[in-house]
T-cell receptor, first 118, second 115 residues
Framework: AQKITQTQPGMFVQEKEAVTLDCTYD???????LFWYKQPSSGEMIFLIY??????QNATEGRYSLNFQKARKSANLVISASQLGDSAMYFC???????????????FGQGTILTVHP | DTAVSQTPKYLVTQMGNDKSIKCEQNLGHDTMYWYKQDSKKFLKIMFSYNNKELIINETVPNRFSPKSPDKAHLNLHINSLELGDSAVYFC??????????????FGSGTRLTVV
């Protein structure tokens, strides 16, 4: 079974509008972390935002916020006031637990390509 | 200063050759990783090392051998390269995973093309 699912292969948004990129996850571990990364066409992986499973509040970093709905096992990324430079592939990822043979392992979703139109 | 640096950035080689990709991090992180991104952009972990000790070894052909001479370096050696090994290989590092808020830092990737 997929541990991280991103159901939107591609999304389009108008510049200055907000956009939500969906991510659902599957784990039985009570301790986990959720990450979003941006991969522009140049190929590097840029860390955007992190949400821990025990965090009481949704994470925010500048124009990025994470809509964390634990019961629904979803961790959607919201980008406010989209900019042309936001056009990229976006990956949701999960780290389960903090030890053992999966120490530090990040499991990625399939990615969503975001295109921002002027 | 680049935090996680990989060399080379591009690697084109013939089937059957042996090649290495080097990775160095200057962040003082304890854990380093190799990830493979395939042609469909899917990212999958291959290996992780914590303080030079192999922690994760996913289902990877034994033609792939990681080597960590010290905690700042994690190299990837690939023997008898096959067409299916063509991919982008990312090195990454992280500090104590119980404090992950700074995320995992990735290198810029090595695009390997086997012809």
């Amino acid at each position: 079974a997929q541990k991280i699912t991103q159901t939107q292969p591609g999304m389009f948004v108008q510049e200055k509008e907000a956009v939500t990129l969906d991510c659902t996850y599957d784990t039985s571990d009570p301790s986990y972390g959720l990450f979003w990364y941006k991969q522009p066409s140049s190929g590097e992986m840029i860390f955007l935002i992190y949400q821990g499973s025990y965090d009481q509040q949704n994470a925010t970093e500048g124009r990025y916020s994470l809509n964390f709905q634990k019961a629904r096992k979803s961790a959607n990324l919201v980008i406010s006031a989209s900019q042309l430079g936001d056009s990229a592939m976006y990956f949701c990822a999960m780290r389960e637990g903090t030890g053992g043979t999966s120490y530090g392992k990040l499991t990625f979703g399939q990615g969503t390509i975001l295109t921002v139109h002027p | 200063d680049t935090a996680v640096s990989q060399t080379p950035k591009y690697l084109v080689t013939q089937m059957g050759n042996d090649k290495s990709i080097k990775c160095e991090q200057n962040l003082g992180h304890d854990t380093m990783y190799w990830y493979k991104q395939d042609s469909k952009k899917f990212l999958k972990i291959m290996f992780s090392y914590n303080n030079k000790e192999l922690i994760i070894n996913e289902t990877v052909p034994n033609r792939f051998s990681p080597k960590s001479p010290d905690k700042a370096h994690l190299n990837l050696h690939i023997n008898s390269l096959e067409l299916g090994d063509s991919a982008v290989y990312f090195c990454a590092s992280s500090q104590d995973v119980s404090q992950p808020r700074n995320g995992y830092t990735f290198g810029s990737g090595t695009r390997l093309t086997v012809v």
